[in-house]
């Protein structure tokens, strides 16, 4: 079973902090391209955040400056770094897998998904 598991989330208030972590299975992690997707209800997944196999990473206009996304490749981890949060932050967070090296925006181009973690901005 390779599907990703994620953790962290939590219900924060504006302005606050929050780490999102993810283990993801896979012999191939170190190779492969993660990111952070999220949605809210009634919406489209969207996504936030990538990193390629080198640890270049690229970020929506929405979380630049406020999010990080980092990997540790001995734990086979992918985190979000989240600070600075808003209440339009709100939304279940999805780690994804790519099997390739380049990152990618698109949903159809992560094969493999966890389940989702909760967080919640309050105002």
């Known amino acids: 079973q390779e599907q990703p598991v994620e953790s962290g989330g939590a219900m924060v208030q504006t302005g606050g902090s929050l780490t999102l972590s993810c283990i993801v299975p896979g012999p191939t992690f170190s190779r492969n391209a993660l990111a952070w997707f999220r949605q809210t209800p009634g919406k489209q997944r969207v996504w936030v955040a990538s990193?390629?196999?080198?640890?270049?990473?690229t970020y929506t206009d929405a979380v630049k400056g406020r999010f990080t996304i980092s990997r540790d490749n001995a734990k086979n981890e992918v985190y979000l770094q989240m600070n600075s949060l808003k209440p339009e932050d709100t939304a279940v967070y999805y780690c994804?897998?790519?099997?390739?090296?380049?990152?990618?925006?698109?949903?159809?181009?992560?094969?493999?998904w966890g389940q989702g973690t909760q967080v919640t901005v309050s105002s």
């Open positions: 990193i390629k196999d080198n640890g270049d990473s």
């Open positions: 994804a897998r790519r099997t390739t090296p380049s990152e990618s925006t698109r949903i159809n181009e992560y094969p493999f």
